[in-house]
């Protein structure tokens, strides 16, 4: 019977034993932690340029507006002649010397030979260019704005064009046709085409004849018988502000 009480009392001692909770293990240390390598400092910001939003037009820029203008005229050579395809790139050349807006038009008429010299062509151009605001071209635009305010409702667009509120500050450049400047498109033989262009286009377009010295001859071509120098308006833009330059002595 003793053998059998001391048993019994061994088992309730390992089932009580057995229900005790255990008591968790403690975490492991962390790892030391180990130093990145030293990459310096980091790069400094470098600001961008940033236009004065208060910049004003500096002193010489009149206030101007984008018109449309449509020209034609008939060239009648008697030095020179162009076949329609010649005449239309060197004209498109020096539309673009005068500062029309991109997307102007310069169309050839009347070519009867193909790819050869034409007798007279017509010309059509049609461009926008800057032209100074005064109160004659208000007057005159304003007497068709309902109209062009119509047709902007119904395509659903805003042209800067003819837009007497999309006024911009413009400033002169000058521009120059010389037969001697090898860098340019002009020749000698252009004398007969450059006239009619000073008297067909470049008055009616509102541009300043600034000098004229051009002097052709019937049936000659003379080196240095081309020279106009024009005046036109080109749209003023304020240049951005410089950007910072690094100190040294900030320097780690």
């Known amino acids: 019977m003793a053998v059998l009480a001391a048993s019994v009392a061994g088992l309730a001692a390992g089932s009580a034993r057995a229900q005790e909770p255990s008591t968790p293990a403690a975490p492991a240390p962390p790892p030391p932690a180990v130093a990145a390598p ?30 449309e203008k449509e020209l034609s005229f008939t060239y009648f050579g008697i030095t020179s002649f162009y076949s329609c395809d010649s005449l239309r790139d060197k004209l498109k050349w020096i539309m673009k010397q ?47 704005q309902s109209e062009r305010d119509l047709i902007a409702r119904v395509r659903g667009e ?42 067909k286009v470049f008055v009616p377009l509102g541009v300043n ?28 833009t304020p240049e951005p502000e410089p950007e910072p330059t690094a100190d040294p002595a900030a320097a780690p």
């Open 209 to 236: 004849v600034v000098e004229d010295k051009i002097s052709c001859a019937p049936n000659q071509v003379s080196r240095g018988s081309v020279k106009i120098e024009l005046e036109v308006l080109e749209p003023w």
């Open 158 to 199: 805003h042209s800067v064009i003819g837009n007497p509120e999309a006024q911009f500050a413009a400033r002169t450049r000058r521009v120059t046709f010389d037969d001697r400047n090898l860098r340019g498109r002009i020749e000698a033989g252009d004398c007969d085409l450059m006239e009619q262009l000073r008297d």
């Open 98 to 144: 005068l500062g029309a807006m991109e997307g102007y038009t310069v169309r050839t008429r009347s070519c009867f030979n193909s790819g050869g010299p034409e007798r007279s062509p017509r010309i059509v151009i049609e461009a926008a260019v800057p032209q100074r605001v005064t109160p004659e071209l208000l007057a005159e635009l304003s007497k068709d």
């Open 38 to 67: 030293d990459a310096g400092p980091p790069p400094p910001e470098v600001a961008a340029p940033i236009a004065r939003p208060d910049a004003s037009p500096p002193p010489g820029t009149v206030p101007a507006i984008w018109i």
